[in-house]
């Protein structure tokens, strides 16, 4: 059997660790955050946790039933820092448009986080606060319900497919990541016309976008498509 989680509230009454940290659920999920920024995913363990908080790795089991349920922790932290001091404008599209940058910026601030937590659903407060705000967001808009889950749909995943494909290229080795973009100049560029016409013509352009987001294109384009189905609908 599961131990049980023991409250929030009673956590803060227990003593102090040895180094004379009160332990919380917010200490443990930033402690986490620390360590997979150092270590990447293979460094986050209750033994390592413990080591970095000067506590016993067995205490971590009175806030978190096992390490994944850290790891939905850790997902619903990120989406909250994205949020936090957000309000609605009442303008849909700069709405949508700043919800899905704050949270692509966030996990591609925290890359290795983002590659353990963007393909999770956490059921936590603040996932449900930004599904609830983006619904809400479509709702006020005008779009009819069908049409605002799919646009949500599109959406979300978007946003958290670029934050997991551009997280990847962050966690790679510095090394690696030169690699990979100088191949735009060293192959790309080099390919003659004769076998490569295409890839010739755009090598240039090629060099200096792929070496960026395509998020915030992407974006716009879901954005503009979500705008003419809703004006179709409103002419």
């Not at 205490?59 to 997902?75: K, N, W």
């Not at 949270?103 to 591609?108: A, I, N, P, R, T």
């Not at 609830?132 to 605002?148: H, K, Q, Y």
């Not at 560029?189 to 976008?209: K, M, N, Q, S, V």
Request: charged letters at 25%; proline letters at 6%; a positive charge.
């Amino acid at each position: 059997m599961p131990k049980p989680v023991v409250p929030e509230e009673r956590r803060r009454r227990r003593r102090p660790t040895r180094a004379g940290t009160v332990l919380s659920e917010g200490l443990i999920v930033a402690t986490a955050l620390r360590l997979l920024r150092e270590h990447g995913s293979t460094g986050l363990t209750a033994r390592r946790l413990g080591l970095a908080l000067d506590c016993d790795p067995s205490t971590l089991y009175r806030y978190f039933r096992g390490m994944d349920e850290l790891t939905l922790a850790i997902g619903d932290a990120l989406i909250g820092e994205a949020l936090a001091g957000w309000e609605p404008t009442g303008q849909w599209r700069a709405d949508l448009r700043t919800i899905g940058l704050r949270l692509y910026g966030v996990y591609v601030a925290h890359p290795q986080a983002a590659l353990l937590t963007a393909n999770r659903v956490t059921g936590r407060a603040h996932e449900l606060a930004a599904d609830e705000a983006v619904l809400d967001v479509l709702r006020s808009a005008g779009f009819p319900l069908p049409e605002t889950v799919r646009v949500y749909h599109a959406f979300i995943d978007q946003t958290l497919a670029f934050a997991a494909l551009d997280s990847a290229s962050l966690a790679l080795p510095s090394a690696s990541q030169r690699a990979d973009e100088d191949k735009w100049h060293s192959t790309y560029a080099r390919l003659p016309h004769d076998t490569h016409p295409r890839i010739a013509e755009a090598a240039p352009l090629l060099a200096r976008r792929m070496v960026t987001s395509a998020y915030p294109t992407a974006l716009e384009m879901l954005l503009d498509s979500a705008a003419g189905r809703l004006g179709a609908r409103n002419p």
